[in-house]
Nanobody, 118 residues
Framework: QVQLVESGGGLVQAGGSLRLSCEVSGTIYQIYDMAWYRQAPGKERELVAKITREGRSDYADSVKDRFTISRDSAKKAVYLQMNSLKPEDTAAYYC????????????WGQGTQVTVSP
């Protein structure tokens, strides 16, 4: 079984920062792309940032220059550093990973809530 566990969410004032972490555990042969998504109430889940195994990253326009995605292959983890947070960043944040385990598939974490107050 492969599990993704997020941490680091919470309540922060606008302009503040948070760092989300996601660790992958289980029987893992290889982790390919990793990503962060978010879903606000009443809205569809959207891609926030993604990073390849080689370290290439890409961001949604709404978070460029404020958020930074990184990964630690040794720790099987992905991170999201969020700076200059805005109330519109309020959402449940989910990590996602393409994992080769007994089979190859995409796994999701359970989500961590980020709330940004005005």
């Amino acid at each position: 079984q492969v599990q993704l566990v997020e941490s680091g969410g919470g309540l922060v004032q606008a302009g503040g920062s948070l760092r989300l972490s996601c660790e992958v555990s289980g029987t893992i042969y290889q982790i390919y792309d990793m990503a962060w998504y978010r879903q606000a109430p009443g809205k569809e889940r959207e891609l926030v940032a993604k990073i390849t195994r080689e370290g290439r990253s890409d961001y949604a326009d709404s978070v460029k220059d404020r958020f930074t995605i990184s990964r630690d292959s040794a720790k099987k983890a992905v991170y999201l550093q969020m700076n200059s947070l805005k109330p519109e960043d309020t959402a449940a944040y989910y990590c996602n990973a393409d994992v080769l385990s007994k089979t190859w598939r995409v796994y999701w974490g359970q989500g961590t809530q980020v709330t940004v107050s005005p």
